[in-house]
């Protein structure tokens, strides 16, 4: 079993950048797809980026290309989720996912879930 675990979530004016980690330990990961999903307040979680450890073929949802960028360390066994020009839109609770496909439903991950980190993009 993989575990997840997220950190780099804060506070930033709107315009502004953040970067997301999402560290993974346990069993070997080469298989796994790792996702970003988010979710924000009374919102249902929605899917953000996923990249594959072996393809490394990044996926994106519309309303963040250009402007997120997901890449992978395979020595540090960690994914990362560059944002820039955070918009307001953008606050929601972010969490990394290891599935072993690409899966664009939260309730399609089976494999594992971080704990989320919070962004919160201020007008």
């Known amino acids: 079993q993989v575990q997840l675990v997220e950190s780099g979530g804060g506070l930033v004016q709107a315009g502004g950048s953040l970067r997301l980690s999402c560290k993974a330990s346990g069993r070997t990961f080469s298989s796994y797809t790792i996702h970003w999903f988010r979710q924000g307040l009374g919102k249902e979680r929605e899917f953000v980026a996923a990249?594959?450890?072996?393809?490394?073929?990044?996926t994106y949802t519309d309303s963040v290309k250009g402007r997120f960028t997901i890449s992978r360390e395979n020595a540090e066994n960690t994914v990362y989720l560059q944002m820039n020009n955070l918009k307001p839109e953008d606050t929601a609770v972010y969490y990394c996912?290891?599935?072993?496909?690409?899966?664009?439903?939260?309730?399609?991950?089976?494999?594992?879930w971080g704990q989320g980190t919070q962004v919160t993009v201020a007008s």
């Open positions: 990249i594959s450890w072996v393809a490394k073929m990044p």
């Open positions: 996912a290891a599935d072993r496909g690409l899966k664009f439903y939260a309730d399609m991950i089976t494999d594992a």
